[in-house]
């Protein structure tokens, strides 16, 4: 059964810092990960889809690196902004039969001014 | 383009009660997947639609059902409410099924069993 862990659970830092945040799984054969940012009360935005056979994704300030053998991907923000502050999800779909992503339980992101 | 429409936003039942969520996706996907939200266990997958097939599902009991129309518009039920029930439920379109294609959410319909 597929575990997906996400750390740090919370995270507070002051605008302008650059971020990483860690999404671990417990089965590599995986078909894709998708990074989601959850602002408080709403549904789930989606940030960046990374492909089993892609190493990373980059959208204007963010960049998802995937590690499928050590079973690792990072979601690094740059030049961090109040505006980023949300839970980042990271989900991770199998590969091969049903597919079923299963998600971590998320990071919860604080960038204050 | 307008997103995933959710409705109601809100909405609160009694123990034993049944209840029917429903989904609107965006305008020309056919795939929805529906999703349950709590604190104590976080987020997951509930089950998929793709041309009023359910395609796959995720380890909930009998009681949560759900069905898809002609149209894409999707509805989830769930029978003998339970306390346990209370969640955020979220749905998710996309054009053709995933993993493959990039899923967008709506903003959830947040349930509380009294």
């Known amino acids: 059964k597929q575990e997906v862990t996400q750390i740090p659970a919370a995270l507070s830092v002051p605008e302008g810092e650059n971020l990483v945040l860690n999404c671990s799984f417990t089965d590599s054969a995986i078909y894709n990960l998708q990074w989601f940012r959850q602002d408080p009360g709403k549904g789930l935005t989606s940030l960046l889809l990374i492909q089993s056979s892609q190493r990373e994704q980059t959208s204007g300030r963010l960049n998802a690196s995937l590690d499928k053998s050590s079973g690792r991907s990072t979601l690094y923000i740059a030049a961090s902004q109040p505006g980023d502050s949300a839970t980042y999800l990271c989900?991770?779909?199998?590969?091969?039969?049903?597919?079923?992503?299963?998600f971590g339980r998320g990071t919860s992101l604080i960038v204050h001014p | 383009k307008a997103g995933v429409t959710q409705t109601p936003r809100y909405l609160i039942k009694t123990r034993g009660q049944q209840v029917t969520l429903s989904c609107s996706p965006i305008?020309?996907?056919?795939?929805v997947s529906w999703y349950q939200q709590t604190p104590g266990q976080g987020l997951q997958f509930l089950f998929e639609y793709f041309s009023e097939t359910q395609r796959n599902k995720g380890n909930f009991p009998g009681r949560f059902s759900g069905r898809q129309f002609s149209n894409s518009r999707s509805e989830m039920n769930v029978s003998t409410l339970e306390l346990g029930d209370s969640a955020l439920y979220l749905c998710?379109?996309?054009?053709?099924?995933?993993?493959?294609?990039?899923?967008?959410f709506g903003p959830g319909t947040r349930l509380t069993v009294t």
């Open positions: 989900a991770v779909g199998a590969s091969g039969g049903s597919y079923i992503p299963t």
């Open positions: 998710a379109s996309s054009r053709d099924p995933p993993p493959e294609n990039e899923q967008y």
């Open positions: 305008s020309g996907h056919r795939s």
